[in-house]
């Protein structure tokens, strides 16, 4: 299967376990990604997700024209 870039993690907090990502296309919970990092990628599973402190099971990007 073919990667799709889905956003890019602008914070993390790893007392947490956190990430903090700017979408570019849908996520849901259940859906595993890639992260990419310096030394190396690994997957991950989402658990679950919050928009604006509301938990949620999908997420969408936001089109700014």
Request: proline fraction near 0%; charge should be negative; avoid cysteine.
């Amino acid at each position: 299967m073919a990667d799709t870039k889905v956003g890019k993690v602008t914070h993390y907090y790893d007392k947490l376990g956190v990430a903090v990502v700017e979408l570019s296309s849908a996520l849901a919970v259940g859906d595993v990604v890639k992260i990419t990092v310096h030394d190396g990628e690994f997957e991950q599973k989402i658990d679950s997700m919050q928009v604006e402190h509301e938990q949620v099971e999908k997420a969408k990007f936001l089109a700014i024209v």
